[in-house]
């Protein structure tokens, strides 16, 4: 559970596209630290471009500290306050630091309020009841709030429990009324991202041999204004919602 490249630019991409308004509460699904792919001096720089103007010497000076300190957990909330300016950091971590709220995702829970952002970056898939942290993250999240997801997609031998598919996403988005916001392919050695605009598009990368042996996925969701309960979805290939290429597909990537 990282700010490594992929969440560095899935981050600042929304960010300079308006797509996560600054201010809102942030829930991290897994505690963030600075996983060092990314040079500390681009997020100085980026304190002076993105961050609100009276906050950019404090944060300037924190950095410089935690850079000091190699404190990873610092670096991680400075990048969170300079891209997205959050009220308030919470976080879920059965080992993340002694601030981490130490809590099952395996298990309902609540936290007695809900988020305008929730961050999963590398956690749903060490969690066996996959299915119940999706619907805790439903019901965390504020209606019209953004949950954002970082997951290996293929590759990653024995990293947890699950490797996650762009279905998934296309998927759960339809049963709850989400909004895609963004599905990205990505790679992190070296650097390579890929929009998925579509189901059939993670199809034609397939078919051209272009998906590496470690491929990750991010998603970004937005919960729809008009609150509902998390509706589990059924797989668009046996609900009869997608396209005769991706049918065809079913078997030909076999």
């Not at 749903?124 to 805790?136: G, K, M, P, Y």
């Not at 598919?165 to 050695?189: K, R």
């Not at 998390?230 to 997608?242: D, E, H, K, L, T």
């Amino acid at each position: 559970m990282a700010i490594s490249i992929i969440e560095y630019h899935l981050i600042r991409s929304l960010q300079e596209q308006g797509q996560i308004p600054p201010g809102g509460d942030l829930l991290e699904i897994g505690e963030a630290n600075w996983y060092g792919d990314v040079g500390v001096d681009v997020l100085r720089a980026d304190i002076a471009r993105f961050a609100a103007p009276g906050d950019r010497e404090a944060l300037t000076a924190a950095l410089a500290a935690a850079e000091r300190a190699d404190a990873r957990w610092d670096i991680a909330k400075i990048f969170w306050r300079t891209f997205l300016r959050p009220a308030s950091i919470t976080a879920i971590d059965l080992d993340g630091s002694a601030a981490a709220l130490k809590l099952d995702l395996n298990q309902p829970l609540s936290l007695g309020r809900q988020f305008q952002v929730v961050h999963n970056s590398g956690t749903l898939e060490h969690i066996f009841d996959i299915a119940q942290a999706f619907r805790t993250i439903h019901d965390l999240t504020a209606p019209g709030g953004i949950m954002i997801h970082h997951a290996p997609f293929v590759g990653w031998v024995d990293h947890g429990f699950y490797s996650l598919h762009p279905t998934l996403f296309w998927d759960i988005a339809e049963a709850n009324g989400y909004i895609v916001g963004a599905l990205v392919y990505a790679e992190m050695n070296p650097p390579r991202f890929e929009n998925l605009l579509t189901r059939e598009s993670v199809l034609e990368l397939a078919k051209a041999g272009r998906i590496g042996r470690n491929g990750n996925l991010a998603a970004v969701l937005q919960r729809p204004l008009t609150a509902a309960p998390f509706r589990v979805p059924m797989q668009g290939y046996y609900a009869g919602r997608i396209s005769q290429d991706a049918v065809d597909a079913w078997s030909a990537l076999r």
